[in-house]
């Protein structure tokens, strides 16, 4: 079987929701302000190659992307689910293993994307990590010899041990914050008119929060996840709840849109004209 190389932090499966009807996606990447706004295909779009390989001595284990695939298989479903309920005006009624399967996309695709992971990891922190984990190897087990000591310290040795530890921490399955999930509720918005639409970005799961507060499960913070051009989920403090909610405020749309434009490096809707006015209005 052929490796998979192209690692979507964005699964396609999400990607096409956003599309128009030629099945493209309308885009903007900040690295790259010269291409301006520009239409690609799904699969051309939110991917780095083996971004979620770990490294073993040359040998490529894609075991995280595996699990991914597999869990974004699962997740289309219950998404799938969401989004025909809630276009019908009623409650999608998750099952126990349904939401499970919710939870478990929603949390690792608050994590897994590039964006998400550079706003939590430093490169003194790694620095750091990595002495602290050396002295202690030496301390427990035997000094390092100098070929060890210049192969670890060498520039492609810290980038192999860096990237192993990206990929481990993206894959740790966060059963803390799962718990806090178990116990939430969600809350879904729909927007009806034609003309509007959410769009996607690099960083999908946006929190919007009141000043001074900030962990999951308060009052003012909310935590969205775009699912579909029309379809937006949150989750709310109630366990077992469903709100479904028609979104007619053209401001807070906006301002939902404006918030993934400023913390993504990418994003991608089914409007063209979408795109660029969130861009100049940058």
Known sequence: MNTPKRHHFVPQMLLRRFCDETG????????????????????????????YSLDEGGVRDTSLESYFSQLEGEANTVIEKICAAAR????????????????LFF??????TPDSISSKMSYADFEETLAESIAEFEQRFRPLTGE??????????KK???????VKATGDPGTVVQDVLNNMGIAIAVLRKPNKSF??????????????????GQPGVEVWLPIAADVAVCVVPQRGHEIVMTLNEDRWLRSFNAAILRESTVIAGRSEALIQSLVCAR
């Open 24 to 51: 493209r996606l309308w885009y903007y990447n900040k690295k790259a302000p010269r291409i301006g706004v520009a239409s690609g295909a799904p699969q051309a779009l939110f991917y780095e190659k083996h971004f």
């Open 88 to 103: 019908a005006g009623r409650q999608p009624n998750l099952s126990i293993s349904e939401k499970k399967v919710w939870n």
């Open 107 to 112: 949390y690792f695709q608050w994590k897994r």
């Open 148 to 157: 060890e000591r210049r192969r670890i310290l060498s520039e492609a040795g």
């Open 160 to 166: 192999r041990l860096r990237e192993n530890a990206r």
């Open 199 to 216: 769009v996607i970005g690099s960083k999908t799961v946006v929190k919007l929060t009141s000043p001074g507060e900030t962990s999951l």
